[in-house]
């Protein structure tokens, strides 16, 4: 028998007030039961977010220092427990155990650079135009901060929000993603083993549906950081605006990748097996469409399909497997479906298509990479986020023509051109209407210092990660100081 996993309130690991709990699955093999986690309450919410309420007072007044050290020692074991985690959010998520050493060296890196960030925090001196007044402005921590994660990289975003939420001095109550609680438990073992003030971090696992909304609506917390689809994202958005919380939503996307005419066919098309099949498409800057000039398209498909035939699907825990499971069996459903849509409105199928039922794989979530041709912008294929290992090939004449596909989407969230034309790959990141554009790079590469979100229906409010990380989670204050004036 397995034992349940717990919540994580005021310092505590403990159990739902509902004693219900629910059991996480391997998507490698749905029969397998890899942990079981507490079914939290509303009242467990409430306890979690008072215990951040309760907290605030004391770490807001820590100096950024004493509050780096905490962080430091949290980081320090991330580093000494890279293999562990790892085997955690394999056998949640299904990502490959090289995927998932991936995500953490990413939130390493993400911690690092927030933590000085932190250490830097600028204020801002300005002359006044008093003779004798000082004048200046600096920022100060909101408050408690609901952090609502994914689970397409569970470790990595709880690092990118909660890292400059708890150095700028503000407390956290993290809501990990019901496939994943494992990788935002892990995440919370490091803050506890590191000694952290208790309330400063908490955790409740169990269903958005449950306890979402008191997340949200709760008047102790000012600011939700959400990472997820953009149909949650919006109804997130709009209970918040109610108590004018702050928000952050980084949601979904439908990436293009533009191949010109003098492309370097070769790394366009490694490009777009990177960021198309890695983690199994489940990044929301995956590469979802190429638009291929007409010049170039045939021998940028024959080497698209050459490599793609390279690729190893299998049990993220093999290490000879280059491509993982898709997250879960509802994820599995929905992206057949959205195959079965392209097949239906006309796009022709040029590998892949079918979930891979081969012996020791015919019990998990796996789909072969899947490539249309003939796509054409109006197609469902072409609009909506499949999430999952699926690309739709469609031809183009020229920039402009590029362009307009690329824009005429409800998402802005990646980008990317290959071409040898800089005063053509200018014009299009100018144009292009998209949160992270790439010129000869695959959509989903960013840095740490460098800001992260998208435009239109793919984010919302400040970006996370660079030097915006930090504002989404502080106010400008302005001081005025006259210390000559009598009474």
């Not at 159990?15 to 079981?36: F, K, R």
């Not at 917390?221 to 918040?240: D, L, P, Q, R, Y």
């Not at 996307?253 to 198309?276: C, E, H, Q, T, Y």
């Not at 050459?306 to 509802?330: S, W, Y």
Request: hydrophobic fraction near 40%.
């Amino acid at each position: 028998m397995i034992d349940a996993h717990r919540n994580y309130i005021s310092g505590e690991w403990v159990v739902s007030s509902g004693g219900e709990t629910y059991p996480e699955h391997n998507p490698a093999d749905l029969s397998e039961v890899i942990g079981i986690y507490q079914k939290s309450t509303v009242e467990d919410t409430r306890n979690a977010i008072s215990a951040a309420g309760d907290a605030f007072e004391h770490w807001s007044t820590l100096s950024v220092d004493a509050r780096a050290e905490y962080l430091k020692k949290a980081l320090a074991l991330m580093v000494e427990r890279t293999d562990s985690i790892a085997k955690v959010i394999t056998l949640e998520n299904g990502k490959t155990l090289a995927e998932s050493r991936v995500e953490i060296s990413a939130a390493i890196n993400e911690m690092e650079f927030q933590i000085h960030q932190g250490l830097r925090m600028p204020g801002q001196m300005m002359p006044s135009a008093q003779q004798g007044v000082l004048a200046y402005q600096h920022r100060y921590p909101l408050g408690p901060a609901a952090v609502i994660a994914p689970w397409n990289f569970p470790f990595n975003v709880p690092a990118r929000k909660i890292t400059p939420a708890l150095i700028s001095g503000n407390t956290c109550v993290l809501k990990p993603a019901q496939l994943t609680s494992g990788a935002g438990e892990e995440f919370v073992k490091l803050f506890h083993d590191a000694g952290l003030p208790a309330g400063v971090l908490n955790m409740v696992t169990g269903s958005g549906r449950v306890i979402g909304d008191e997340l949200v609506t709760n008047p102790i917390i000012k600011a939700i950081t959400f990472t997820g689809s953009t149909e949650v994202g919006k109804a997130i958005n709009i209970k918040a605006a109610a108590g004018l919380k702050r928000t952050q939503l980084e949601m979904g996307g439908k990436n293009p990748l533009v191949v010109m005419d003098d492309a370097d066919i070769d790394a366009a098309a490694k490009s777009a097996v990177i960021a198309a099949f890695a983690c199994a498409g489940q990044w929301c800057v995956s590469t979802s469409r190429a638009l291929v000039h007409k010049n170039v398209m045939k021998p940028f498909v024959n080497r698209l399909l050459e490599l793609t035939a390279e690729i190893k699907v299998g049990n993220g825990m093999d290490t000879q497997a280059t491509m993982g499971p898709v997250c879960g069996e509802a994820q599995l459903k929905n992206i057949l479906a959205c195959i079965e849509k392209g097949k239906a409105e006309g796009a022709k199928l040029l590998v892949g298509g079918n979930q891979l039922k081969t012996p020791g794989l015919e019990k998990g979530c796996f789909i072969e990479p899947t490539i249309f041709a003939d796509v054409t912008p109006e197609m469902f294929i072409a609009q909506e986020e499949i999430f999952g290992p699926v690309l739709g090939i469609m031809e183009i004449s020229d920039l402009d023509e590029a362009i307009e596909i690329s824009n005429g989407s409800k998402y802005g969230l990646g980008a990317s051109i290959y071409t040898k034309d800089i005063a053509r790959a200018m014009e299009f990141t100018d144009r292009i209407q998209a949160g992270l554009t790439h010129v000869n790079m695959h959509s989903a590469y960013k840095e740490p210092q460098l800001s992260f979100g998208g435009v239109k229906e793919s984010g919302h409010g400040t970006p996370e990660a660079g030097q915006t990380g930090i504002e989404f989670f502080t106010e400008h204050k302005t001081v005025y100081i006259n210390p000559g004036a009598k009474g």
